[in-house]
T-cell receptor
């Protein structure tokens, strides 16, 4: 079945450092891919999305490119801030396979130090 | 901005008791979902609901679980006889149309079964 694999956390960076959080997926159809962020004590917020191969999603300085050849959707940010400290979830939705559910990765906790 | 709301934010119950978790999806949305996140683990799909019936459910969603849309605004998840392993954060989500890939999540209800 479909699955999402994320890099293990926690990831600890200094402010202004470059961030990469790896995400790879397996899917039977042509999934849409998402990154969600969960700040402490809050729910899941959509950070960015990409619905087809080679699409680049971007928001708040974060970017991710849908790479079908490597089945990846890695999250990047050029310069992280303390306020980016949160848990980041990669997810897919394989609507083409007839399902609307999301499949999530395990989440990666990011801690940014001032 | 419209948002999904959930009540209560935290529910403590004894094993064997029934609980009802409540969600108010975004008002013009038609597709509704429940997910759960056991502490420290990934977010898992439970059930999707459309047109007053279940569209899809996971293996987790056994006979102890049920969902209902009792009126035009609420969407509920009932657990008939709670077990210790039901302790988790439960997230409600909604989306407007079948072709809309983005699900909007509520802040979650933390269920603690003692």
């Amino acid at each position: 079945g479909d699955s999402v694999t994320q890099m293990e956390g926690p990831v600890t960076l200094s402010e202004e450092a470059f961030l990469t959080i790896n995400c790879t997926y397996t899917a039977t159809g042509y999934p849409s891919l998402f990154w969600y962020v969960q700040y402490p004590g809050e729910g899941l917020q959509l950070l960015l999305k990409a619905t087809k191969a080679d699409d680049k999603g971007s928001n708040k300085g974060f970017e991710a490119t849908y790479r079908k050849e490597t089945t990846s959707f890695h999250l990047e940010k050029g310069s992280v801030q303390v306020s980016d400290s949160a848990v980041y979830f990669c997810a897919l939705s394989d609507i083409g396979a007839g399902t609307y559910k999301y499949i999530f990765g395990t989440g990666t906790r990011l801690k940014v130090l001032a | 901005e419209p948002e999904v709301t959930q009540t209560p934010s935290h529910q403590v119950t004894q094993m064997g008791q029934e609980v009802i978790l409540r969600c108010v999806p975004i008002s013009n949305h038609l597709y509704f979902y429940w997910y759960r996140q056991i502490l420290g683990q990934k977010v898992e799909f439970l059930v999707s609901f459309y047109n007053n019936e279940i569209s899809e459910k996971s293996e987790i969603f056994d006979d102890q679980f049920s969902v209902e849309r009792p009126d035009g605004s609420n969407f509920t998840l009932k657990i008939r006889s709670t077990k210790l392993e039901d302790s988790a954060m439960y997230f409600c989500a909604s989306t407007g149309t079948a072709s809309s890939y983005e699900q909007y999540f509520g802040p979650g209800t933390r269920l603690t079964v003692t």
